[in-house]
């Protein structure tokens, strides 16, 4: 565990790498209720143009979350979490989630955060807003 | 194309509560090394009703940007009212022809009407 007077802008998050395959997100699609074909039939996400079959845009989003709250200290809570989706994801990718504390606003620490699949493409960026909670969990 | 007249319109808010059971199934599907925590991204599994007039082409649609914002701890056990709303929509000719882009944000409050989070989804539609 990290101790929060220690971290300062530019420490990084220790990175979280995930692989994922067909089976998960069928699992996701059961978890989530998103079972939109592109998701989990490789004909029809060939006959729409993809090639086959992408992750869900919320599973990728999922391991950055995944990553975060890894590296929440019990006294943290994330109070925003952002992505933007840019590149398409596909079972046996290996996505490598990182991120790195930007900025220090009060009692906020503001990340960004990246992800890149096997190639060095980024497949997701964004930022995530870590702060220290206040009395009970009002913030 | 989908109708700019849709922008402002709200679903009726549906009461969900925060089930061990869907947390456990959610965490082990992304495979969180911890299934009693509820994941941040788990609300956007709950349910917020329907935006009448609202119809989404499944074909083509694109989940371009997604924002979360969180006022209180979500846990096992809460309940959470959640309704959802068309923030905007607007269109873009790019390079894959005219795109809409839909810009969705889902409210949670608590029984006391507070608000628990706000989840903004863009989705993109692609003409054809």
């Not at chain 1, 069928?26 to 978890?31: C, P, S």
């Not at chain 1, 994330?78 to 840019?86: H, T």
Request: glycine content about 8%.
């Amino acid at each position: 565990m990290n101790s929060q007077k220690m971290l300062k802008v530019g420490d990084r998050i220790p990175s979280h790498k995930w692989i994922p395959t067909e089976l998960q997100l069928r699992q996701y699609a059961e978890a989530s209720g998103d079972y939109n074909p592109i998701h989990l039939d490789d004909k029809y996400a060939e006959q729409v143009g993809l090639g086959g079959v992408i992750a869900h845009g919320m599973l990728i989003m999922a391991q950055m979350g995944i990553m975060l709250t890894d590296w929440l200290q019990e006294n943290e809570q994330i109070s925003k979490f952002e992505l933007k989706f840019k590149k398409m994801v596909r079972p046996g990718d290996t996505i490598l989630c990182v991120g790195q504390i930007k900025e220090k606003l009060g009692n906020t620490f503001l990340y960004e955060l990246g992800a890149q699949n096997q190639e060095g493409i980024e497949v997701v960026s964004g930022t995530a807003s870590i702060t220290i909670k206040q009395e009970k969990s009002d913030f | 194309m989908i109708n700019k007249d849709l922008i402002g319109r709200e679903s009726e808010p549906v009461i969900n509560r925060i089930e061990a059971e869907s947390v456990r199934r959610f965490a082990e599907a992304i495979d969180a090394p911890n299934v009693e925590d509820v994941p941040p991204t788990f609300v956007m599994t709950l349910r917020s009703g329907i935006i009448p007039g609202l119809e989404l082409p499944e074909k083509g649609l694109i989940h371009a940007r997604q924002q979360f914002t969180y006022y209180q701890q979500i846990a096992i056990g809460d309940v959470v009212s959640c309704t959802r709303r068309i923030a905007d929509i607007f269109e873009r000719r790019g390079g894959l022809g005219l795109m809409t882009f839909v810009v969705q944000e889902m409210t949670g409050r608590n029984i006391a009407g507070d608000l628990v989070f706000t989840a903004t989804s863009t989705l993109i539609a692609r003409e054809g």
